[in-house]
């Protein structure tokens, strides 16, 4: 048995391409098109570089206690890591830790199943239904633990608070995690459910609505024990994640209230016009709750207006994969930028532009 | 089954003391005492924090190309990481991947099996002489991989390179990984090793001789192959682990040869100095290739030093582990610094002030 065998192959995820080209419209990764906070500019101005020396506060208190003070919760509810990607790693490693398989949608964020093979985690994949959405009563089983994004990725579809409160209702036996990473473009979050159940984690981000996609934050919030649970492996695994600049500007993020009500507004504003235009062409647009739509149209394979849109320096998101390879994700950008894509399906499509 | 019974539960690491005061002396977890390269903080002042809305790039391919520049090396070949923790954590989640026991020093890092107990990777301690020191034979047996500090930690103690050149000839069937976290206080780095065997990974840190803790850069320098498997497993993970900050103030940081050289040279310089100092008071100190010393004194039980020192405002580390407890590891800082710590221990063990 040679080193080579002794080593773990996986299948890696493969993100969203990010193309270094100036000059593109670049839709296919949900980011945020409005710069961050300018509160965080100035952060960064007045950051002591040669502090930089010493390690980071490994809690992270100051963003924690940040976050913390934003959603009315005690520090000890917040955890916070490197983007809601590490975030949800940890729980995934914390909390499905049985010989039961954990239940996840179908159709999802591309990384839960990444994940559960990575930490040898069993799953079951629950579809959804023909509209592509969440079935409730299909999580009403024995199970190791439940996630699902809400609004769900990369559909944009969202479930009522009742209908993700009947969920955890339904499995006091096992860790719900809700992964709200695009709640604030007009979901409306389970942050409440933390006080009714002790099994109930929510994960949010400031890579989409906070406009900070660069900085790599993520939290999560939940009863005490869970976070401490959590901060336990988290310190197994590498103690000091947060970088100093990091916690520095991500809470002077999170503290800017009034700018970021303004870019999600914006962003709702822009998408609701998006898919009326889009709807007019038509496409097939689900309601979405994010700052994306899933689209996809009946007279034209997603491949094809992808790889079109490619050739007009427009980037948008498209998966190989049952079920869903006729649609593209279309990430909000700014209205001149939806405007450019408009444009260019118009023209692919041969309709007359407007 | 409650949801409480699926929770892994982990004893975590404990980091040394992140004490938030000013005013103190702080030799306890072996941080530079000198900033990072002003080029760093030009950096800093010249990012445009516009574009954190965007994902960074996965690969950080300007850090990498950086890094792989400064050792003449081709960008498949480096691997970077959260600090040095991430890299070492990926790398035994990558390739210690066997049933067989991974081999490391029962006096080491202290991370290494933390790391273990989580991935669930079989182990053996191999015990360090009565001198601290590694013995090369002691690895000479069948293992799933071997993992040791050159220095080690904490005792500084440097294997010279035929020994990790015998280490790494004896295992040609396991990955061997050197953790070179200290190096360049005057060890010679087991660099050149990875031209000669395709199962050796040598990994470095930002953290300790570049002043940079608190931007958490760590990496792997190996042979492409063994790199493209630790990047499947990162991509697995967490795509965006570097944020934009980090990879180019980590850029700049690597770039300044001259600042780095300087920086190490007063470093060592006052390494010695102390060295002499301590054992003029009767210490017993290990020769240390690292920035900290490991010092021992026959006349008052290292607890008590280190609970003294406190009072005095100065934090070293001393563990309550077999062997080593009656050791402190003091970490080299200013000539300063070492001053105040100096003349605190001369007035401890009342000897008369210099």
Redesign the interface.
Known sequence: ???E???????????GE?P?ADNIV?LN?N??????SPS??ET??R?D??????????AASVLVHAIAEYYGLRDEEVFVG??S??VL?MCM??????E?PVLFPDITYSFYD??A??FRIPYEQIPLDDAFHIVPGDYLKPN??IIFPNPNAPTGSLLPLDTVRSIAAGS????VIVDEAYVDFGGESALPLIREF??VVVVQTF?KSR??????IGYAMADAS?IR?L????????????????IE?GAACIRDEAYFRSCCEKIMATRERTTAALRDMGFRVEDSAANFVFASHPGVMGRYIFEYLKTRNIYVRWWDKPRISSYLRITIGTDRQMDILLDALRDYLGAVPS
């Open positions: 048995m040679g080193f065998d002794k080593i773990r192959r996986v299948v890696p995820y493969v993100p990010q270094k670049k990764t980011e945020n098109p409005y710069p961050p965080v500019r960064l101005k950051f570089a040669d502090s930089l020396r010493l390690y980071p506060d490994p490197v983007g990607d590490d790693a490693m914390t909390f499905f830790n049985s039961m990444v994940w093979e990575l190791g633990g006091p036996d096992s860790v002790p099994n890579s406009s900070a996609a660069g900085l790599r869970l649970y901060n336990d492996v988290k310190y197994s695994f590498n103690s000091y994640t947060m970088n100093r600049l990091t500007a």
